[in-house]
């Protein structure tokens, strides 16, 4: 997870069955600007300069799997840079990861959404990587939502009322299901309860990816509180 990130640790622990421990390796980021398209390519520059050592760092514990607790570099370049990244990482530590990009596509193929609408914190250069990675596996993207942070500390600092805003603005009529990206913003258990003010999936990222790591590795425990996914699959 990025050092900048406060969010995706305690989700995953509050989302953690008896008997599973979570370890963390921080990927350093000493400037967290992305108040622009340039800024958050630029910190993208700072991610994949550091991400090795901290898969190396956490792999001195010997952990069974890898999770990917940051979600924008699983979607850049499309299908095939989440495979790239994918593979990178699996041949740097030798075990398997879940990333968010692919946990996203499985959680949409399982509860059968074709139209979605997507919620980021990112600046315009982020949402195009995830509306792009979403078209590639064959879904339409009806709605975007930049929420364009300013930094990557101040995603966690976004309050409830502003993501209620911006599910709500994207909830257009055909949408099937709500996609939230971003694993610094707090929408576990917002996107629980949207789910029963729009009778539809609002998945949220952290939510996703856990959920997939877990049953990846044959843990089938089921959950009220976090989203479908959890509760019901």
Known sequence: MPSTNTVVEPDFHAMAPHGITIHTGRISIENPKMEDDAAFEALMVQIRASIGRAVRDVMSCEPDYLIMGM???????????????????????GIRIATGATACDRALRVVGAKKLAVVTPYQPVGDAQVQRFLEECGYEVVAVKGLRCPTAVSIAQVDEATLRQAILAVNKP????????GTNLSMLRLADEAERWLAKPVIAINAATFWYALRENGIADQMPGFGCLLRDH
Do not use: M, Y
């Open 71 to 93: 979600s924008s570099e699983t979607f850049w370049g499309g299908k095939k840079g989440n495979e790239q990244f994918q593979g990178r990482i699996e041949e740097l530590s």
């Open 174 to 181: 055909d949408v099937n299901a709500i996609v939230q990206v």
